[in-house]
């Protein structure tokens, strides 16, 4: 199994961006994929997840209003459309896959290589 994100890059605080993840075969499809982000030195931060259908949706209170996470089941993608970025969200962002819903990092099996977001204000 294997994640990789894409759409990282340095911005402007209030800009947007789009991350996505495109997940290989080798798991069952109805997997949830979440979105977390890391700081150097800090422990890694649940932003949002999504299960199998899209009908189950969470996200973290700092992102809430201006992140959405979406995904295409047909695609293996998921998505993490990011709006009025703030200096704050600045992190490696990670993708990463598991059989079950839920919100901590513990939950997920699989992960991508992370990609950079910088937010400049």
């Known amino acids: 199994v294997r994640l990789a994100e894409s759409g990282g890059g340095a911005v402007q605080a209030g800009d947007s961006l789009r991350l996505s993840c495109v997940v290989s075969?080798?798991?069952?499809?109805?997997?949830?994929m979440a979105w977390f982000r890391q700081i150097p030195g800090k422990e890694r931060e649940f932003v949002a997840a999504?299960?199998?259908?899209?009908?189950?949706?969470a996200d973290a209170d700092s992102v809430k209003g201006r992140f959405s996470i979406s995904r295409d089941y047909g695609k293996n993608t998921a998505y993490l459309q990011m709006n009025s970025l703030q200096p704050e969200d600045t992190a490696v962002y990670y993708c990463?896959?598991?059989?079950?819903?839920?919100?901590?990092?513990?939950?997920?099996?699989?992960w991508g290589q992370g990609t950079q977001v910088t937010v400049s204000s």
């Open positions: 990463s896959a598991a059989q079950d819903f839920g919100t901590e990092s513990h939950e997920y099996d699989y």
């Open positions: 075969i080798g798991i069952d499809r109805n997997y949830a």
């Open positions: 999504i299960n199998w259908s899209g009908g189950r949706i």
